[in-house]
Each structure stands twice: as C-alpha cells, then as structure tokens.
Antibody, heavy 117, light 110 residues
Framework: EVQVVESGGGLVQPGGSLRLSCADS????????VHWVRQAPGKGLVWVSR????????TYADSVKGRFTISRDNAKNTLYLQMNSLRVEDTAVYYC??????????WGRGTLVSVSS | QSALTQPASVSGSPGQSIAISCTGT?????????VSWHQQHPGKAPKLLIY???MRPSGVSDRFSGSKSGNTASLTISGLQAEDEADYYC??????????FGGGTKVTVL
C-alpha cells in the first residue's frame, strides 16, 4: 500500500523559516499534482498550495502568498514547501496530498509546525 | 476566499440516512463540478470519499453518495454505522484556481 510521508516540521520562532518535505513509498509522486493542506489545532482543513507534475505551475492561498514556496524534485520523488516569515497563525499540522480532488487522492499523516516565541 | 458553509454537526441513529450540505458561491461550487468530500477520524489523515461531485473512488462504500444543485453540494450517508462517526469536509475548486474547504461537519452516531 502506497503511503505519503511528510517531514520537516518542528518548533520555530516568529519570523523564522522551515522546509517541509513530502515523499511516497510507491515512487508515484512525480506523476501527480501535489497539494499542501494545513489544519490548526482543533480547527478545520485549509488549502495552502499546489504544484503540477513538472513544477512549472504553482498556486498559493492568499494567506501564504509571498512567504511560502512549493517545489519538487522528481528525480528524488520529493516535494517541498519552503516556509519563510512564519507567523504564530501558521501553526498547524501540514498535510501533503497527492492528486487532491482526483480519484487517486492520498494524504500523509502530516507534520506539525509550531510557531512560537 | 471565504470558506464553504457546512453545518457544524449532524447526528443520526444506526441504519438511518443523513445528509450534509455544503454551500458555496457561483465562483466555486456553483461554477465547477469539482467538489470533493473527505472523512477525517480523530488524529488521522483525511480520506477521500467523493470527487467530482458524485464520483466514488475505488474502495469507498456505496453508502456514501454526493450531489449538487446550484451553489450547494451534499453528501448523503445511507445506513449509518458507528464507524461513520467522524468529521466531514467538503472542498471545491474556485475561479481563482485555488481550492476552498468547508468548515467541517461532525457526524455523531446516536
């Protein structure tokens, strides 16, 4: 069974940076659009960003535009989310979702990002 | 982009059918047949139930069905079971080429 795995979360001070990574055990990630979705503690899901298969098209939610950058390295079957100028309100579990909204939609278990002084 | 509107909670007895509504605008739900529904159990990753308004991915029970009318999409769970107790989220593609989720609905099996 293919699994998506996120990594790179942790505790960071406001204004700091983190880079999240996402890979899948079936080496299928390169064939799909991939999205990042976040969920603040006790709150609902919020869409963050997406990238197409070759990395030439990216889209962002207004709340992260200009601060977050999504990218991918298909040779490594890995997706990234570079998060800069982090704010307290960015605290959340960040999920990587392969083929979000498609029939092969598959999510990882998420990685927790905590922004606090 | 405002979140789609879902009821905070819905409940039903085992065997009953329940419906969860998801109201958007003419810029998202009403404009595209790109509405999905995800189920999330506590502490778990979301799982896709429905995509493209009414399509069920392989492995999802046919007790789950989706529909849309105008700016409102709906998820119906038939033959409610204890394992269906979870949070449910709708989401839609938007005219800004982004995606928007609903606030989530907690389903309780009485």
């Amino acid at each position: 069974e293919v699994q998506v795995v996120e990594s790179g979360g942790g505790l960071v001070q406001p204004g700091g940076s983190l880079r999240l990574s996402c890979a899948d055990s079936g080496l299928t990630l390169s064939s799909y659009w991939v999205h990042w979705v976040r969920q603040a503690p006790g709150k609902g899901l919020v869409w963050v960003s997406r990238i197409n298969t070759d990395g030439s098209t990216t889209t962002y939610a207004d709340s992260v535009k200009g601060r977050f950058t999504i990218s991918r390295d298909n040779a490594k079957n890995t997706l990234y989310l570079q998060m800069n100028s982090l704010r307290v309100e960015d605290t959340a579990v960040y999920y990587c979702a392969r083929d979000f909204h498609g029939r092969d939609d598959l999510w990882g278990r998420g990685t927790l990002v905590s922004v606090s002084s | 982009q405002s979140a789609l509107t879902q009821p905070a909670s819905v409940s039903g007895s085992p065997g009953q059918s329940i419906a969860i509504s998801c109201t958007g605008t003419s810029s998202d739900v009403g404009r595209y047949n790109y509405v999905s529904w995800h189920q999330q159990h506590p502490g778990k990753a979301p799982k896709l139930l429905i995509y493209d308004v009414s399509m069920r991915p392989s492995g999802v029970s046919d007790r789950f069905s989706g529909s849309k009318s105008g700016n409102t999409a709906s998820l119906t769970i038939s033959g409610l079971q204890a394992e269906d107790e979870a949070d449910y989220y709708c989401s839609s593609y938007t005219s800004r080429t982004t995606y928007v989720f609903g606030g989530g609905t907690k389903v309780t099996v009485l």
